[in-house]
Every structure is written in C-alpha cells, then in structure tokens.
C-alpha cells in the first residue's frame, strides 16, 4: 500500500501501521457476484442465514485480508473486524480492528453506505476500503486501497472473531537519561511518498524525515527558527529507526533525549541559540473564556489524538490528554507558516476538538483538504474555528523569538 498524503506528524505518539499488499483474499464458497472497480467478486452466505434490510450495515462484520510477500515468500494473512454503528441522525461511523496485530481499534472517517455502495477510510495508515452490498444484506464484496480484495462477512455470536485483550500496560523508563541502543538511519526511498514520525512500544520509527524535521521536532522549533548549515540539512530525507538502551516504557521527554543524542552522536550537530524578533502567532484566550474543553482524566504522560482527519468540510483535530503548550507546538511544525506562541496560561492537560478548512498558506502551502471536495460546505477557517470552538485566539505580533543557529554538521555516521 503506497501512502497517499501523510498529514500527521506525531512524535510522542503510539500508532499502528498496516503495509497492505496486493494479492487477492481467498473466501470459499461462490454464489452473488459483485463488481468493484471493473472487477468481478462472488460470496455466498450460508443458506440458512437470514436476509438483512440492505439499508442497515450495523453490526460486527469480519474478512481476511491475504498480503503479498516479497520475492518467493508467501504473504501475511490478516484477519479484519469492522464494529459499524448508526448514529440517529442516520449517519455511520466504524471501528477497524486488525486483530492479528493489535486489541486496539483504528478510527475511521468518511464511512457511507449510498445504495448499496459502501467505503470507509483509515487516515492514520492513509488507506480506504470501497466495496459492494449484498442483495441479502450479508456481505460486502470490495477492495482495500483499491487493488486488494477484501469480502467481509456479517459476523453472528457463533462465528465472531474474538477480539484479543489489550496488553497490560508496559513499566514507565525509569532511566532518566537514555540513549539510543540500536539506531540506524538510510536514506529514504523516494518511491514511498509522505512523511511521518511514531512511537510504537519502544520503538521510534520516521519516513521522509530531513535532519531540519528532526531538529524541529526535537527542540520544538519552526522551520523559521533554525538557521545555517548546510541545503542538505532541509532536502535529503531519511528514514530513522531506534530503541532504548533502558527497560520500560519512555516518556515524550525521555524520547527527545534519545534523538537530542543521536543528533549530536551521529550527525555531529553543533549549534548555539540566539534571540532574534520574529513575526509570530500568538495564542491567547478570549473575552468570554475558554470553552468546550474537558480536563483530561488519563494518567498516560502522553498525548492523543494530535493528528489530522478528512471529515466531510475540512479536518478535524481531535485532541485528547493535550496541554496548549503542545497544541500550540504541533500546530506550528505542521500547520502554520509561522511560530506559534502560547499565552493562555491554561494549565493541565485537555480533551477537546477543533474542525477547521485550512487555507494555501498551510500545512506548506499543500493543504490535504479543498473545499470544492465537500459537498456540505466548508468549516470555517483556523483562526474562526479556534475562536468559535474553543473560545481563544489566534494574532499575529513581532515578539522575541529562540533561534537555533547550526555550527557545524555531517552527513550521519554508518549504522
């Protein structure tokens, strides 16, 4: 599966990633036939199962999803549950579930069912489903990522797939100063399109990363706030993958640490701070207050939902367990064309959302929405959003600002 846009930068962020192939998944048995995308696929249900109103997918559904493997070597075999739930506005929203990699479900966005053509999106793997309906209502015959056919089944008490038990929670790191045990850095494949950073476990993984993206992300800075070295710093991308030399789980601080080390360690990164006046986003509250954010009663030292969803007008960030100092950091590494600065003096950390179209001068200048792709209009912009949903603002002042000068640096030292 190639990746279609990465819109979602998270560095402190568990997620997990499924590399969809493109060979064909076997379902025995043969009687409705389906077309989907040009291509002809048959399920039969049992004789005996009873016909459903094809306007109600509610319910568990479950398929097997048959990867390619490389070379001679056989592929993957997946096991896939889809949870489809209506909501009494008619609408329809759905959990994807692979459950022979993880107890977790992914979100999924953009789920429809128009006649009996359904779809459903997965916009943290970057990948969408598309398929057809039985005229029994007891299958959908389609194709994940548009080349993989995948057919699930309406799953009964007596067929369902059980779903695993989430793993106990792993022991925080208690090493307060860790450091990379394994890491190896390769040059990106150019082929493999989009940019990402995750945490999975006790692994650290990027894509697409230059060395400029990693000092941002590492130091919390924009691209405005780093200056010299040499054009490679910004242009060559790499892939970075790394794990801790220390038992237990890290937190957001333990891991930037880790990558703090490694810059220096293998790229012979060097620099000094300066203080320089730049122009710079300012987020502070309104008049009336803040509104429509709930204290976060998690005890994870991390943030969720700091990522990015297609919804039908524009994106949709659905934060959760979130300061406004990261907020604010986040939204300037991936958003913004400028630095943020963040002078609500709120304190603790947040669940809230925040639905907004961005414009051409964000997310560098590429937007992954338009508002012509929406039938039901465009959600307001950032700075109304930000107003209207959360009760802050957003203005634009010159302000002090750290700047990070590089010194001196190289290209990164062998694996």
């Not at 907004?356 to 590429?366: A, S």
């Not at 929405?369 to 039938?375: G, H």
Request: with cysteine; proline share 10%.
């Amino acid at each position: 599966m190639n990746w279609q846009q990465s819109i979602t930068l998270r560095p402190i962020r568990a997620a997990l990633i499924i590399v969809m192939g493109a060979a064909g998944a076997c379902v025995p048995g043969f009687a409705q036939t389906h077309s989907v995308d040009g291509t002809e696929a048959q399920v039969v249900s049992p004789s005996d199962a009873p016909k459903h109103d094809i306007s109600d997918i509610s319910g568990d559904w479950q398929g097997t999803l048959q990867l390619s493997g490389g070379g001679t070597q056989p592929g993957r075999t997946l096991r896939i549950v889809l949870k489809i739930t209506k909501a009494p506005d008619g609408s329809w929203s759905a959990l994807n579930y692979s459950i022979d990699q993880s107890s977790q479900p992914m979100k999924t966005t953009e789920v429809t069912l128009q006649g009996r053509a359904f779809k459903y999106s997965i916009p943290s793997i970057g990948g969408s489903y598309e398929g057809q309906l039985s005229t029994d209502g007891n299958s959908i015959a389609g194709n994940w990522a548009r080349t993989t056919p995948l057919v699930f089944l309406r799953a009964t008490k007596e067929t369902a797939w059980e779903i695993p038990a989430p793993p106990p929670p792993r022991k925080p790191m208690t090493e307060p100063n860790p450091s990379f045990e394994v890491a190896t850095i390769k040059p990106s494949n150019p082929e493999v399109p989009g940019k990402y950073f995750r945490v999975v476990g006790r692994t650290y993984t990027t894509h697409g990363t230059s060395l400029a993206d990693l000092i941002q992300i590492t130091y919390g800075l924009h691209p405005k706030q780093i200056e010299g070295g040499p054009a490679w710093v910004h242009d060559e991308k790499f892939d970075l993958f790394g794990t801790p030399d220390a038992e237990g789980e890290p937190n957001g601080k333990q891991w930037l640490l880790m990558i703090q080390k490694l810059l220096t360690d293998r790229f012979g990164l060097a620099f000094h701070h300066e203080q320089r006046e730049l122009s710079t986003y300012v987020l502070s509250v309104e008049k009336g207050g803040p509104k429509n954010f709930t204290p976060s009663g998690s005890s994870n030292p991390l943030p969720q939902g700091l990522e990015f969803l297609r919804v039908p007008g524009g994106l949709l960030l659905p934060a959760k367990n979130t300061t406004m100092a990261q907020f604010a950091q986040m939204m300037q590494q991936v958003v913004l064309d400028r630095p943020m600065t963040d002078r609500t003096g709120m304190t603790g950390k947040f669940d809230f959302q925040l639905t907004f179209m961005p414009d051409e001068t964000q997310f560098d200048g590429h937007p992954p929405v338009a508002p012509s792709q929406n039938d039901a209009g465009p959600a307001p912009s950032l700075y109304e959003a930000v107003q209207q949903q959360l009760g802050l603002k957003i203005t634009v002042e010159k302000v002090p600002t750290d700047v990070l000068v590089i010194d001196s640096v190289q290209q990164p030292s062998p694996n």
